[in-house]
């Protein structure tokens, strides 16, 4: 099945340049149904009421971070199937795991280029 | 025993000694003398309380130089002056990194919004350059991080060094700034200035208009 490019996608950062670096280049990539969260908490919110087809998120945010949003959206009945990309500056093997266990889609390293962007979401979604 | 009690014994040991050998005694007696002169003091100070006596006052000149040397490093102004200006710098690095990057970012965001007004082979070659300069701006989240984890790093080393201070006693440094020495050309050397603390031009134009 065809990637809707129409899907709405949630991006979360507490770093307000990167959540407008990563839109840019999904808006490159076609996407322009995006939405921002600023912590953890945020983000969990606006999945719940809102109808999101994947989540970029960063890994180190206050008061929650990005490990505890993934395990949470895992956690949820509702959420559990939403692809969940994780991007981060962190890039030990300990934290790869730690996201794979708790449920991660994908794992991009900071800093990362669209076509590293497209490749993962890709794996995630399908070709589009 | 009561220092007195001390010299009571000594007097009863020296007259046993004068008893024995008389008031002029051999060298070779005098090991013999020592040796009964050091009975006389068992009890109150031993070869190991002497050794104790040694380490202890080893250890106070120990205590004392740290001291001298650590008052010497003024630690109150490497806590209050260089690591707070430190921090002020590269939090100034953060914030000048990040305008300029947003800066970049609505250059960027105008030439894209361009693209709907070209031929599609330049759109496109438009809309390569653009992502290729959002990427590029993704250096300033990692060199805030970066520089957010030397800031961590130099409050750990603030908070141990005001420990130090209070361990050995903030009278060896309170933080008060050095005695005040006329400007060498190399103390003018110390720009970029911080945002609150820089003039601008149109001060520095009035400044050299004063002059006149």
Same mark, same amino acid.
């Given at each position: 099945m065809?990637?809707?490019k129409?899907?709405?996608?949630?991006?979360?950062d507490?770093?307000?340049?990167?959540?407008r670096?990563?839109?840019?280049?999904l808006?490159?990539?076609?996407?322009?149904?995006?939405d921002?969260?600023?912590?953890?908490?945020?983000a969990?919110?606006m999945?719940?009421v809102?109808n999101?087809?994947?989540v970029?998120?960063?890994?180190?945010?206050?008061p929650m971070t990005g490990?505890q949003?993934?395990r949470?959206?895992?956690?949820d009945?509702?959420?559990?199937p939403?692809p969940?990309?994780?991007?981060?500056?962190?890039?030990?093997s300990?934290?790869?795991?730690?996201a794979?266990e708790?449920g991660?889609?994908n794992y991009?390293v900071?800093p990362?280029?669209?076509?590293?962007?497209k490749t993962?979401?890709?794996?995630?979604l399908?070709?589009f | 025993?009561?220092?007195k009690?001390v010299?009571r014994?000594l007097e009863?040991?020296?007259?046993?000694?004068r008893?024995e050998?008389?008031?002029?005694i051999q060298v070779?007696?005098?090991?013999?003398v020592?040796?009964a002169m050091?009975?006389?003091?068992?009890?109150d100070?031993?070869?190991g309380?002497?050794?104790l006596?040694?380490?202890?006052?080893s250890?106070?000149s120990?205590?004392?130089?740290?001291?001298?040397?650590? $008052? *010497?490093?003024?630690?109150?102004e490497i806590?209050n @002056?260089f690591?707070? #200006?430190?921090?002020?710098? !590269? +939090?100034?690095? /953060?914030?000048?990194t990040? $305008? *300029?990057?947003n800066?970049?970012?609505?250059?960027? @965001?105008?030439?894209? #919004?361009?693209s709907?007004? !070209? +031929?599609?082979? /330049?759109?496109?070659r438009l809309d390569?350059?653009t992502?290729?300069?959002?990427?590029?701006?993704?250096?300033?989240?990692?060199?805030g991080?970066?520089?957010?984890k /030397?800031?961590?790093a130099?409050?750990?080393?603030?908070d141990?060094?005001?420990?130090?201070v209070?361990m050995?006693?903030?009278?060896?440094?309170?933080?008060s700034?050095k005695e005040?020495k006329?400007l060498t050309d190399?103390?003018l050397l110390n720009?970029?200035?911080?945002?609150?603390?820089a003039?601008?031009?149109?001060?520095?134009?009035?400044?050299l208009?004063s002059?006149?």
């Amino acid at each position: 099945m065809a990637v809707d490019k129409n899907m709405n996608v949630l991006i979360v950062d507490d770093y307000k340049t990167m959540l407008r670096i990563i839109r840019n280049l999904l808006k490159q990539l076609g996407f322009n149904n995006v939405d921002e969260a600023t912590d953890g908490a945020m983000a969990l919110q606006m999945l719940r009421v809102g109808n999101y087809g994947l989540v970029i998120s960063d890994w180190n945010m206050e008061p929650m971070t990005g490990l505890q949003l993934l395990r949470e959206v895992r956690a949820d009945a509702k959420l559990k199937p939403v692809p969940f990309i994780m991007v981060t500056a962190e890039s030990k093997s300990e934290n790869v795991i730690a996201a794979k266990e708790a449920g991660v889609s994908n794992y991009i390293v900071k800093p990362f280029n669209a076509e590293t962007l497209k490749t993962k979401m890709v794996s995630v979604l399908g070709e589009f | 025993m009561s220092a007195k009690g001390v010299d009571r014994d000594l007097e009863l040991r020296l007259d046993a000694i004068r008893r024995e050998h008389g008031e002029t005694i051999q060298v070779d007696q005098i090991g013999e003398v020592v040796r009964a002169m050091l009975e006389t003091m068992t009890g109150d100070i031993g070869a190991g309380d002497l050794r104790l006596y040694r380490e202890l006052e080893s250890l106070a000149s120990y205590i004392h130089a740290a001291k001298e040397e650590i $008052a *010497a490093l003024r630690p109150g102004e490497i806590k209050n @002056e260089f690591i707070a #200006s430190a921090t002020d710098e !590269l +939090d100034a690095i /953060v914030g000048a990194t990040e $305008a *300029a990057t947003n800066e970049i970012m609505d250059a960027a @965001e105008s030439l894209g #919004s361009l693209s709907p007004m !070209l +031929d599609q082979e /330049v759109a496109n070659r438009l809309d390569e350059i653009t992502t290729r300069i959002f990427e590029a701006c993704t250096f300033q989240d990692i060199t805030g991080q970066r520089i957010t984890k /030397v800031v961590k790093a130099l409050k750990e080393i603030e908070d141990r060094v005001e420990s130090l201070v209070k361990m050995f006693g903030a009278e060896y440094d309170d933080g008060s700034p050095k005695e005040e020495k006329p400007l060498t050309d190399q103390d003018l050397l110390n720009g970029p200035q911080l945002p609150g603390n820089a003039t601008n031009q149109a001060e520095i134009d009035a400044l050299l208009a004063s002059f006149d």
